[in-house]
């Protein structure tokens, strides 16, 4: 059992939701990384899902294109990011770590070379932005042979018959983007959401992520009570961005709104 | 290539490259746009009302014209231009917005974004915005904003908004990016016309399909004229765009060879260039996998030209499988040979080409006297350079 089924298998069992933030790696430097990792851990998360720089962020919003751009500025690329999750896994062995990003670095690696080299620094699942399930069978045999699990994406105007595709191609979680858009924008309909996932359940044993639009304890909370995990990814990002001359005011942020966070879902 | 050529498959793919590579966000939409492409591609009454708008609207067709000075002067090859300068808007970039805006009609779709570069694709979506009475909206990088400035009025007066992006490196690659971000956010009222033969199925079979009304014209024409094929093809290559539609309908024509100019900018090998094909590598961008400039990280590299319009990281699909099998060949030309080409035949023939279009004038000046007299260059003339004249009066130090 992967890491990422034993979590979603543990969380079920104590009535609990998952906490998965996302942060971009190397942002605002690759130093602040790793230890804000083991904080959001601390700080209640149950996965993590860690970005991957891109020059051309094409389905993210401002806030997370800005922390490519920062993480760039300090040259975290993908050989970088999995260091840095190497590292992190050296004092954390429980906690699921998913990389988020773009396909081209993976390209350019080499799917075979990124299969090792992500077994290598145990990261436990992988999401490629723009890799639909019909382009993935190649990364996915390579990543499964390795017991790597390949996340995807699923979208509001997504119907039955691409929820079952990724329910065949998909492992380990499923991610639902709440609204058609980037990321970091808009609000979240929380009836639309539910509707949606109903239908989502009748398709897939997975357990179900929901991300874009979360932005408080209040919205956690909201989502925690129809969806299997709660995604948090840019409300962080911005902590990060106001708090630049001050990482560490940043990282207190950042902890402070995930244990808020974690209070309204498990309340 | 001793079969037809058929390609792309039915998903999308030239050899490994091509494809649809795109957040699930679009899946829908661009299954939407590939469903009714395929629908009007075979009817008759949407071929017909096309036709009349090439026509009528456009100027269709445009000459190609015997450059007999020219030839005579550079003492090899005779040079024929195709005058895609001549079209409306002055590039070849209407052929395909035609084409596009007629679709977007059929589908139902109120709203029009594009990107732009040089701005050529965003004037010439812009008129066809204006035309069917749709709303538009182009996103040009920051960079190109200011270079291109008689484009972005050009575009305002046309009723377009024109939105500079100032992510990334502010040029055509960030406009793509900001165009793909605005699409799937609106999604179920907005048609994206893309200007070049790249970015996810069916775009570069699509925009492919519309611009080779510049080769079919080329050949039916040169056969008129002199009873026979060309030697060869010369065509600029930035997206690639204006190359494939002329190359295409020559592609099991084995004896015509095919020249596709990337810009070279300062040099190849000051890396300071926009020639994915000559020095570049495959990858994935935009939504296709195709020659790309990226490190060893998969970051995409800063492009560079003179030319706003070839200033672009990647290229179509197409044309990279064309290199791999060795159909056509992809040459570069500098900034600086690309002007030597825009002042020859300005000189020489009274055409002032665009900037891009002079990189193909450049190469056809090292071709021309390599081949026989009585043989025969068709060269792309892709567009014309009033848009250029700031930049190229900068650049020689001359205040206009």
Known sequence: MSRLQQKFEQL?????????????????????????????????????????????????????????????????????????????????????????????????????????????????????????????SECITLLKQRHID????????SNATRVQKMDQVGSGYLYYVSLKGVTGAGHLDTADVEQKLAMIKQHTTLPVGVGFGVKDAETAKTIARIADGVVVGSALIAKIEANLDSPDTAKQEIIDLLSSMRQAMDS | MTEAYNLPTEDGHFGPYGGIFVAETLMPAITELNEAY???????????????????????????????????????????????????????????????????????????????????????????????GLECVVYMGAVDVERQALNVYRMKLLGATVVPVHSGSRTLKDALNEALRDWVTHIDNTFY?????????????????????????????????????????????????????????????????????????????????????????????????????????????????????????????????????????????????????FHSLTKLEGIIPALESSHAMAYTIKLAPTLPKDSIIITNLSGRGDKDMHTIAKREGIKV
Request: with cysteine; hydrophobic share 40%; glycine share 10%.
């Open chain 2, 38 to 132: 395929q629908k009007y591609i075979e009817d008759s009454e949407f071929q017909a009302e096309l036709d009349a708008d090439l026509q009528h609207y456009v100027g269709r067709p445009s000459p190609l014209y015997h450059a007999e000075r020219w030839s005579r002067e550079l003492g090899g090859a005779q040079i024929y231009l195709k005058r895609e300068d001549l079209n409306h808007t002055g590039a070849h970039k209407v052929n395909n917005t035609v084409g596009q805006a007629l679709l977007a009609k059929r589908m139902g779709k109120t709203r029009i974004i594009a990107e732009t570069g040089a701005g050529q694709h965003g004037v010439a979506t812009a008129t066809v915005a204006a035309r069917l």
């Open chain 1, 12 to 136: 079920k069992h104590s009535g609990r939701k998952a906490l998965i933030p996302f942060i971009t790696a190397g942002d605002p430097t690759p130093e602040f990384t790793v230890p804000m990792l083991h904080a959001m851990v601390e700080a209640g998360a149950d996965v993590i899902e860690l970005g991957v720089p891109f020059s051309d962020p094409m389905a993210d919003g401002p806030v997370i294109q800005r922390a490519s751009e920062r993480a760039l500025k300090h040259h975290t690329g993908l050989r970088k990011v999995l260091q840095l999750a190497q590292e992190f896994r050296q004092t954390d062995s429980d906690t699921p770590l998913v990389l988020m990003g773009y396909l081209n670095p993976i390209e350019i690696m080499g799917y075979e070379a990124f299969a090792d080299a992500v077994h290598a620094a145990e990261v436990d699942g992988v999401l490629t932005v723009d890799l639909p399930p019909e382009e993935s």
């Open chain 2, 193 to 341: 016309i893309i200007g070049t033969v790249a970015g996810p199925h069916p775009y570069p079979a699509m925009v492919r399909d519309f611009q080779t009304v510049i080769g079919r014209e080329a050949k039916q024409q040169l056969n008129e004229m002199t009873g026979r094929l060309p030697d060869a093809l010369v065509a600029c290559v930035g997206g690639g765009s204006n190359a494939i539609g002329l190359f295409y309908p020559f592609i099991n024509n084995e004896s015509v060879k095919m020249y596709g100019v990337e810009a070279a900018g300062d040099g190849v090998d000051t890396g300071r260039h926009s020639a994915p094909l000559c020095a570049g590598r495959p990858g994935v961008l935009h939504g296709n996998r195709t020659y790309l400039m990226a490190d060893d990280d998969g970051e995409i590299i800063e492009t560079h030209s003179i030319s706003a319009g070839l200033d672009y990281p990647g290229v179509g699909p197409e044309h990279a499988w064309l290199k791999d099998s060795g159909r056509a060949q992809y040459v570069n030309i500098t900034d600086d040979e690309a002007l030597e080409g």
């Open chain 1, 150 to 157: 390949q996340i995807f994406l699923l979208a509001p105007n």
